[in-house]
């Protein structure tokens, strides 16, 4: 990596000092979620070492005119609330001569949807002069001043919200470009709507101001509120050999992805050169507004600085990877790819990414990221393993694109290699799980426990997995106790539950499947038990429940008591009051509050008798014989 030292896109003053350092900038408008309330912003881009102190306004004024009539309808005054650095892609690429600052200008406004409800929509302009004398891809750039330009639809409500806020463009970098380099540059903006974007190169506007005339008034100040010009403005006139195909000339003229937004040129002409990106915003195959963002770009003669290269091979080969090839590795241990970066430059720091393209990045490892190599015998060697079995097959195979960037200057050079890789499962045998719960199924009650053991097992002594899903619910939730574990060869792990009121309440089924895997990533690595657990009905139980119905007290030492010692459980709904027991003509007998009652019947002649167990909102009925 060469290291330049130049200045940035910024503009050498030649003019008013007010005019000459506006490296570019654009509007916006966001919606505050409230009524309609609106935040307008101006963003300025600022020669923070050239400009002067009397370059700064204090405010600024922006119109908002009709576009079906070009009729004023506003004019808005936007205090300075910001000022912020403006960094380079590659902050070891700057120097003393150069800083740029973006200052902006904001406040909030209300645009009211029964004032603002022309079919057609509105736009915002704001106007300043001059260009700087400097630029070379427009004539008399020093008398063409530039217009911030933004549309938006009508304002309409849905609900109490505001449908709509303008696309906001980022940052821009504090980079320069270099002649005869490739250069990139991001200007994608976000939509706070979801709308789809919509990228453009367009003529800078030139507006109505010149080194003679402000549209904002005479007076000793720029700014001072005065006449606003509507559209349509006046645009710039190209120099020779520029047009709005080739606002930046050369092997490849400026573009703009119109999808993305990201600016991409090759020049062979240094130069300070204008051009302006236009971002339209779509709803539902419709426009509904617009922002345009001005802006200048310096080209210097940098030393030249070699891009990286990249090389993939399988770990322990000889053979490096080609291009559209399929690299076939084994599951057999973890399964790793050895990646070579190296740099003609000395002194260069590299630095790798690798992005998964087809499965989920959490599934890679990469071990080396970044390192310094000294000349092109020198190496940066970096290792992507696969952590866990992935989806895939031989005709469909895993793809990756690694990255490999220096520490250039203006913006690093990269490499990109695009691996495609098939992971070949090892032949073995499946897992097996089993659980200690007799045919994998119980009925239970609310409020008693359940436990038993998930036994995991296999036959290679694999590295094993198991664990549990619920279907159709959480364990965690439902309140189950179970530890998904990994083990070699065997794993044994308790479940326990206690089901409790407010999970049986609307259910009484529970599903669960505990899975094992092992780690050879063959299609029958799995293996699968479910267990079905019933949590009973209180009601149910009752109906089933079969109390004792005779008993003899005669004192022989055999069921001379009248007790029930399984009685059914309380549970969520239930709870044991007390059991009362009567003769044949109504009249009680015995009356106790506690389960573990007994009646002997000493003084009370053979008969039948009637009790009533009361469990609350329900009473069990029954007989039972008094016999001697």
């Known amino acids: ?177 270099c002649v005869n380099e490739p250069f990139y540059f991001d200007f994608g903006a976000t939509d706070a709507d979801g709308d789809q974007l919509k990228y453009s190169l367009i003529t800078p506007k030139r507006g109505t101001s010149n080194a003679r005339n402000t549209p904002f008034g005479p007076g000793p100040h720029p700014g001072v509120r005065g006449q606003f010009y509507p559209a349509p403005y006046p645009i710039v006139s190209w120099a020779n050999g520029f047009s709005v195909a080739n606002m930046i000339a050369g092997p490849q003229p400026l573009q703009v992805n119109a999808t993305t937004g990201q600016i991409t040129f090759t020049t062979n002409r240094v130069g300070l050169y204008v051009f302006s990106v236009l971002c339209e915003e779509y709803r539902n195959g419709e426009k509904i507004g617009a922002v345009q963002r001005d802006f200048q770009l310096l080209v210097i003669d940098c030393p030249k600085n070699d891009a990286p290269v990249i090389l993939a091979k399988e770990v322990n080969a000889l053979a490096v990877y080609q291009e559209g090839e399929t690299i076939s590795l084994s599951y057999g241990g973890q399964p790793c790819i050895d990646l070579l970066v190296t740099d003609p430059n000395r002194n260069s720091t590299l630095h790798v990414a690798v992005n998964a393209l087809n499965f989920s990045g959490q599934d890679i490892t990469v071990l080396t990221s970044q390192g310094v190599v000294n000349g092109a015998a020198d190496t940066l060697r970096s290792r992507i393993c696969f952590n866990t079995c992935i989806a895939h097959t031989k005709e ?40 200690t719960l007799v045919s994998n199924v119980a009925t239970i009650q609310a409020g008693q426990t359940i436990r038993f053991d998930v036994i995991a097992s296999d036959p290679d002594n694999d590295l094993i997995n198991l664990y549990a899903l619920g279907v159709g619910f959480s364990l965690t939730e439902a309140g189950m106790e179970f530890v998904n574990s990994s083990g070699l060869g065997k794993i044994m792990q308790p479940f326990t539950w206690t089901p409790g009121c407010e999970v049986t309440e609307n259910n009484s089924a529970f599903v669960i499947h505990f899975i094992t895997e092992d780690n050879s990533c063959s299609p029958n690595r799995f293996d699968t038990v479910t267990v079905n657990l019933e949590v009973e009905n209180f009601e149910l139980l009752l109906s089933r429940f079969t109390p004792p119905n005779v008993f003899t007290p005669n004192e022989d030492g055999t069921n001379d008591t009248f007790v029930i010692p399984d009685l059914p459980p309380d549970n969520c709904q239930y709870t044991f009051k007390s059991i009362e027991i009567y003769n044949r003509w109504g009249r009680p007998v015995y009356t106790a509050y506690e389960r573990e009652f007994t009646w002997s019947g000493q003084e009370y002649p053979t008969g039948s008798y009637f009790y009533l167990i009361n469990y609350g909102a329900t009473v069990f009925k029954g007989t039972v014989s008094l016999l001697r």
Not at 415 to 435: F, G, K, M, S
């Open 1 to 177: 990596m060469k290291r330049a030292i130049f200045l940035s896109f910024l503009m050498v003053a030649t003019l008013a000092a007010w005019a000459t350092h506006i490296v570019g900038g654009e509007l916006n408008l966001q919606y505050t979620n409230q009524g309609y309330r609106f935040v307008l912003s101006v963003n300025l881009y600022f020669d923070d070492i050239n400009g002067e102190q009397d370059a700064e306004d204090e405010e600024v004024f922006v119109a908002v005119f009709s576009k079906r009539s070009n009729r004023r309808v506003a004019t808005f005054t936007l205090p300075r609330v910001a000022s912020a650095q403006v960094n380079y892609t590659n902050a070891a690429c700057s120097n003393g001569r150069l800083q740029t600052r973006q200052i902006q200008y904001s406040t909030e406004i209300i645009l009211d949807a029964n004032i603002y409800n022309e079919a057609e929509g509105y736009y915002f302009s704001w106007e300043r002069c001059c260009r700087n004398e400097s630029i070379v891809n427009i004539t008399n750039p020093g008398d063409n001043g530039m217009v911030f330009y933004m549309e938006f639809p009508a304002v309409m409500l849905t609900g109490n919200r505001v449908v709509n806020s303008s696309p906001a463009f980022p940052m821009p970098k504090g980079d320069y470009a």
């Open 396 to 435: 469909d195979p895993l793809l990756l694109q690694v990255i490999a960037s220096d520490n250039g200057c203006p913006i690093p050079k990269r490499d990109t290699l695009l691996l495609r890789v098939y992971i070949e499962p090892v032949p073995t045998n499946a897992p097996q799980v089993t659980t």
